[in-house]
């Protein structure tokens, strides 16, 4: 389905299907808890008052050697957000395809505040689960505990709602993706734009044909993490872009920061050798730190190996990194 309608129509698709999908959604998300809450016969503030008698809202953990002592969160939170949006180019194509630089910062602005009342709305859903089930006596956990609900134990109305909301979550993410990871194939390795002597036929047909790959590429992807069977997919996703994100971290902070020129052969080398480091770091940590445990802030550890690294094979001059060129 995202094929039908990415592989002619791009990133102007992805704009419009993008509103409907997060529509779809958000009319799940909302279904979803005031059924919960009128099947509990509760009020909003007393499902806030079990959440927390049992735990569920819980936000601030003080123990600092813990991963989720609340200012390693906030710190891995902050840099996973400017990687994971600011520095994607799925998200970025989104911004820059607004006509003035004006309504553009609107957009973000807008974006920023929508996105702080949706994420409360899933917190608040998802405890809200935890005593739906208890309630229901399921004992299911993690990813499994809201289609265990869904299906099993709300009428037949929420079970196609709730598929609608889940494929419409999918969706934005991985259309952006496969379209943005096109574009970025067709413009910064084969230089499409430069190249006069193909002609317009030619590219729309190479377009394509990179378009089916990546596509085919992500179904790959998808069968690896289903074999993978995470209980929790979401711990899975942000542990792997502290790996995968984490270089490009450091390049854009050299570049940003730095008036420094770099070996461009030896930056390859430089932004594999930094995820390495950091994986092992992450599987002795025991052994090298104690009780201390290392979260999410690995990906402020791998951006900071790989700006070294960048320093380390640099010398002055005019210019940084370009992130795009790399």
């Known amino acids: 389905m995202i094929l039908i309608y990415t592989y002619e129509g791009g990133v102007k698709t992805i704009v419009f299907t993008d509103t409907l999908q997060t529509t779809f959604m958000l009319t799940g998300l909302v279904v979803c808890v005031v059924y919960i809450l009128q099947t509990m016969d509760i009020s909003f503030g007393t499902a806030l008052s079990r959440m927390n008698e049992n735990g569920y809202s819980k936000i601030f953990f003080t123990d600092p050697n813990s991963r989720l002592f609340f200012l390693k969160q906030i710190l891995a939170g902050a840099f996973i957000t400017i990687t994971m949006t600011g520095m994607d180019q799925e998200m970025m194509q989104k911004a820059i395809s607004v006509k003035r630089l004006g309504d553009s910062k609107k957009n973000m602005l807008t974006l920023s505040g929508i996105m702080v009342v949706v994420i409360m709305l899933f917190l608040f859903l998802g405890g809200l689960l935890y005593l739906f089930a208890a309630q229901q006596g399921v004992t299911a956990t993690g ?167 960048l320093w380390m094979i640099s010398r002055k001059g005019n210019a940084g990194v370009h992130t795009d060129q790399v």
């Open 143 to 309: 990813d499994k505990l809201f289609p265990e609900l869904a299906l099993h134990h709300m009428p037949p109305i929420v079970s196609v709602i709730f598929i609608i909301a889940l494929i419409s979550a999918l969706f934005p993410s991985a259309d952006g993706a496969i379209t943005a990871l096109t574009s970025s194939f067709c413009i910064d390795i084969l230089g499409m734009q430069r190249r006069n002597d193909w002609t317009e036929k030619r590219k729309k047909s190479i377009r394509q044909r990179i378009h089916l790959s990546v596509a085919f590429v992500f179904l790959i992807f998808v069968l690896i993490f289903y074999k993978i069977n995470d209980p929790s997919m979401i711990g899975v996703i942000l542990k792997v872009a502290a790996y995968t994100y984490g270089p490009l971290l450091g390049l854009f902070t050299f570049g940003i920061v730095t008036k420094r020129e770099v070996n461009d052969r030896l930056v390859p080398f430089i932004c594999i050798a930094s995820p390495i480091i950091c994986y092992i770091l992450d599987k002795f940590q025991k052994d090298l730190l104690g009780s201390f445990e290392i979260g999410l802030e690995l990906l402020v550890i791998n951006g900071l190996l790989t700006f070294l690294g």
